[in-house]
């Protein structure tokens, strides 16, 4: 079955330790998103990629880095200079053209202790 | 920057009447208007999407938006409300067809039998 996987579901980390989200598609979308949920502040975007070797930042993008080497993998990386990453975290994916129907991952949640 | 409103956090209604979810939008260009839902723990999943022509959207599981330009509105709707539908509703706008899909804060809705 086509579609979005996040992994790890649930990921707990320490202050001051990088960690990986992994997303991988196996839909043939181009463009793919990060997207972080807080609650009652809906979604914001991270980071978002059109294309392979190519993203751009979103509106949070700062303690956060990604990579598109692969057209099915879209990685983010909190680092350790984000400030409050405790949050869920959504990966999607579109098939180009801006036709706005994001398929989103099942989300990870990130808790730093 | 396009943006979007839910003006309500928390929606309740009673099972078998019409339900409302609010959303107001601001764009410079044109709007591009969807809906998704979210159910706990879990990814959003698309209901439906406004780009142009008939400005009544019929989507998913039931569910219509029907998009006000003069009002700047795309309120999400359903004739009669089923307790399956409880869950937290995102509205989202695209400024025509850039990347940079903008989502409310979200509603939650609660169905009561």
């Known amino acids: 079955d086509g579609g979005i996987t996040q992994s790890p579901k649930y990921l707990f980390r320490k202050e001051g330790q990088n960690v990986t989200l992994s997303c991988e598609q196996n839909l043939n979308h181009d463009a793919m998103y990060w997207y972080r949920q807080d609650p009652g502040q809906g979604l914001r975007l991270i980071y978002y990629s059109q294309i392979v070797n190519d993203f751009q930042k979103g509106d949070i993008a700062e303690g956060y880095s990604v990579s598109r080497e692969k057209k099915e993998s879209f990685p983010l990386t909190v680092t350790s200079a984000q400030k409050n990453p405790t949050a869920f975290y959504l990966c999607?994916?579109?098939?180009?053209?801006?036709?706005?129907?994001?398929?989103f991952g099942e989300g990870s949640r990130l808790t730093v202790l | 920057a396009q943006s979007v409103a839910q003006p309500e956090d928390q929606v309740n209604v009673a099972e078998g009447n019409p339900l409302t979810v609010k959303c107001t939008y601001s764009v410079s260009g044109n709007p591009y208007l969807f809906w998704y839902v979210q159910y706990p723990n879990r990814g959003l999943q698309f209901l439906l999407k406004?780009?142009?022509?008939?400005?009544l959207v019929k989507g998913s599981y039931g569910f219509e938006a029907e998009f006000n330009k003069s009002q700047t509105s795309f309120h999400l709707k359903k004739p009669s409300a089923l307790v399956s539908d409880s869950a937290l509703y995102f509205c989202a706008v695209r400024d025509g067809g850039n990347n940079d899909m903008r989502f409310g804060a979200g509603t939650r809705l609660t169905v009561k039998p």
């Open positions: 406004y780009i142009t022509g008939d400005n």
């Open positions: 999607a994916s579109e098939q180009g053209a801006q036709t706005g129907e994001l398929f």
